[in-house]
């Protein structure tokens, strides 16, 4: 089973700032199959970036994700106040099961 | 736009099972596959299991199996997952979510979530 081990636990950033999520996995996989949800209380996770850095439908551009091998990385170039959220990422390779990070909390300082 | 719509919070005694219910609608049922994911109070996401409507083909997490069951009624769009020998352990929001594929061997992020269903274990 492939562990993802996120970065910093909570970020805490202002409005305007940039902001980088790292996702480390426990074994090397194809970025084909990598994630970022970004979940806010009481909704379900919402899928940001497939493919390590592809936006999903309907994404704003201040999105985009990178990596690949072991570490990944999302970034989002200056933060509107919806963007505080909790952030996961998660592997869909093939070799099941699938797995996701324990999230990044980012927090308005 | 696929939309998951799910059945309501339940309450269960420690040892019963749940069944929680999906329904699809904006696609074809038949063209994608149905995950199931839960996030205890507070916690993280857990990957459960998942099928291909159109071939039922199942496939669960190993820490899931025996008490864990995913089925799909293709005539109704729907999926249902059933969690038996439940513990306090068990409660958690469980989500339904797709993925765009129907093929085994081929996976897909989640690109659509149902709102999730509470589910409560106690007595």
């Known amino acids: 089973e492939i562990v993802l081990t996120q970065s910093p636990g909570t970020l805490s950033l202002s409005p305007g700032e940039r902001a980088t999520l790292s996702c480390r996995a426990s074994?090397?996989?194809?970025?084909?199959?990598l994630a970022w949800y970004q979940q806010k209380p009481g909704q379900p996770p919402r899928l940001l970036i497939y493919?390590?850095?592809i936006r999903a439908t309907g994404i704003p551009d201040r999105f985009s994700g990178s990596g690949s091998g072991t570490d990944f990385t999302l970034t989002i170039s200056r933060l509107e106040p919806e963007d505080f959220a909790v952030y996961f990422c998660?592997?869909?390779?093939?070799?099941?099961?699938?797995?996701f990070g324990q999230g990044t909390k980012l927090e308005i300082k | 736009q696929v939309q998951l719509v799910q059945s309501g919070a339940e309450l269960k005694k420690p040892g019963s099972s749940v069944k929680v219910s999906c329904k699809a609608s904006?696609?074809?049922?038949?063209?994608?596959?149905i995950a199931w994911v839960r996030q205890a109070p507070g916690q993280g996401l857990e990957w459960m299991g998942r099928?291909?409507?159109?071939?039922?083909?199942?496939k669960y997490a190993q820490k899931f199996q025996g008490r864990f069951t995913i089925t799909a009624d293709k005539s109704a769009s729907t999926a249902y997952m059933e969690l038996s020998s439940l513990t306090s352990e068990d409660t958690a929001i469980y989500f339904c979510?797709?993925?765009?594929?129907?093929?085994?061997?081929?996976?897909?992020?989640?690109?659509?979530w149902g709102q999730g269903t509470m589910v409560i274990v106690s007595s």
């Open positions: 979510a797709r993925e765009d594929v129907m093929i085994p061997i081929e996976t897909a992020a989640f690109d659509s």
């Open positions: 904006g696609g074809t049922f038949t063209t994608y596959t």
């Open positions: 099928i291909i409507p159109i071939h039922d083909i199942t």
């Open positions: 074994q090397i996989f194809s970025s084909s199959y």
């Open positions: 493919g390590a850095s």
């Open positions: 998660q592997q869909y390779d093939s070799s099941l099961p699938y797995t």
